[in-house]
């Protein structure tokens, strides 16, 4: 409606200015005529108001220059409505502008509050604004470093390599951990892409990391400190045991206190190689291969004797030859996926210990059997420490806990990750899959 209006305002401007500027041309060629010279009032009435226009028009450019806010200098008609029009205009791009700048504030003080930094970069990796942790962090300095690229501000190649990986792959979700460039701390980073730009957040995670650190020292050293009397009570129990095996009433209680203590050096020798695996996760793999084919066969006979013919075993051997590792860790990470198929299968069961290569050229390491199978709510569990389906049973059959939280921890070392598929009363699958740049061609 007010649109309407305003069109139709214009319009009858424009009808009044033709009007107006026709009749005095009609008047001033009526005068002309009457004094014998027609084309010199009319030339002279173009001129004037040629030269009217040209006044608006300086005004109107002057008015433009120089205000912002100001009122449109004062005309009618015709230039009347441009001076509104665009007046009009003005203040409305100034409450845009206004409601925009409160936003960004708003926006700013929010961005300032938070506990992280928080940097916008461009497509590519320009810093366009951060807030004050990112001073704090990265010692950016507001001003100076905005328009800067990133790369060229914080030093740190793995942060390169990072933002090439988001640059590739837009979903590309992982967190990288850096040492802040100027102090002793630890920043979490993500990158969150949004429009044509990035927005990177850095977390303080510190204390976090010193928690860990403190957790896994405690484990490990309590580990470490319990070894050696339970390796001294296993000692004297079995020589007990020895002594005392033609004693009914004591020879069966000597066996379960065996028994136990054999559990807990288990438990020890488990906590052990998992802290020992934890502390050695950011060390880069030496480029040494492992000979799959023996791995498979050294497995094989491994498994043959703890099933103990219960089971039927039998190895798939498809895949690479060659698998970039550390031997021991694998060794370790593939036998407790065996013992535990072997575990939970029962008598007559089949496990298919599979080496193979898929059509995306990963290789995959499987063991799949016909056992018990695992419920859907425990599968996503089961990775971690002492998590078991079920205790009293895992206790029975000599288990720790600690099986697959090995395997995770392995597998993340060699830049892997463990795969469960499992359906109850059908068995279960675990799989292991390296990607191309773990293997090796056989040439
Ligand atoms: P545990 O020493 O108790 O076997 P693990 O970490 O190796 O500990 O395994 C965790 C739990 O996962 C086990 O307690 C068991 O319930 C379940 N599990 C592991 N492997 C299998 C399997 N092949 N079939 C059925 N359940 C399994």
Request: glycine share 6%; with cysteine.
């Amino acid at each position: 409606m007010v649109l309407g209006k305003h069109l139709n305002q214009d319009k009858d401007s424009f009808y009044s200015e033709i009007i107006w500027a026709s009749s005095a041309l009609i008047l001033l060629l009526f005068f002309g005529y009457l004094l014998g010279n027609t084309w010199f009032f009319f030339a002279m009435g173009l001129l004037v108001y040629i030269l009217w226009h040209l006044r608006q028009l300086s005004r109107l450019i002057q008015w433009l220059a120089n205000n912002e806010k100001d009122m449109p200098p004062d005309a009618s008609g015709f230039w009347g409505d441009v001076f509104r029009h665009l007046y009009r205009i003005q203040r409305h791009n100034h409450h845009r502008q206004e409601k925009l700048m409160l936003l960004l504030n708003r926006y700013k003080e929010s961005t300032e509050a938070m506990p992280d930094a928080t940097i916008i970069l461009s497509k590519n990796w320009e810093i366009e604004w951060f807030n004050s942790k990112g001073t704090e962090y990265f010692g950016l300095q507001t001003g100076k470093d905005n328009g800067q690229l990133l790369s060229n501000l914080i030093r740190s190649p793995i942060l390169w390599d990072f933002l090439d990986s988001h640059e590739e792959d837009p979903s590309f979700k992982q967190t990288l951990e850096i040492n802040a460039s100027n102090s002793e701390r630890i920043l979490s980073i993500r990158l969150i892409p949004y429009g044509q730009k990035y927005l990177l957040i850095a977390r303080d995670i510190t204390s976090i990391k010193k928690l860990k650190t403190m957790r896994k020292d405690f484990v490990a050293n309590v580990s470490h400190e319990l070894r050696t009397p339970l390796t001294v009570i296993s000692g004297y129990l079995e020589t007990l045991g020895e002594y005392l095996k033609e004693e009914p009433v004591y020879a069966s209680s000597i066996d379960l206190m065996q028994q136990q203590s054999h559990r807990m050096c288990h438990i020890i020798e488990d906590l052990l190689l998992l802290s020992k695996i934890e502390s050695s996760e950011k060390r880069v793999l030496k480029n040494e291969f492992i000979d799959m084919n023996a791995l498979l066969m050294m497995l094989k006979k491994e498994a043959l004797v703890l099933s103990n013919k219960q089971q039927i075993i039998t190895i798939e051997d498809t895949g690479p030859k060659w698998l970039k590792g550390d031997v021991n860790e694998l060794q370790s990470a593939f036998s407790n996926l065996i013992s535990n198929a072997i575990r939970y299968t029962p008598k007559g069961g089949e496990i298919i210990i599979r080496w193979s290569c898929n059509d995306s050229g990963m290789a995959c390491f499987e063991v799949q059997d016909n056992g018990e199978g695992i419920a859907k709510q425990h599968v996503l569990r089961l990775t971690e420490r002492f998590y078991r389906v079920d205790v009293g049973r895992s206790r029975k059959i000599g288990g720790t806990g600690l099986g697959l939280a090995i395997v995770k921890h392995v597998l993340a070392h060699h830049h892997s990750k463990l795969e469960i598929e499992s359906k109850i009363g059908f068995g279960s699958t675990f799989r292991c899959k390296f990607s191309d740049n773990m293997l090796k061609s056989d040439k």
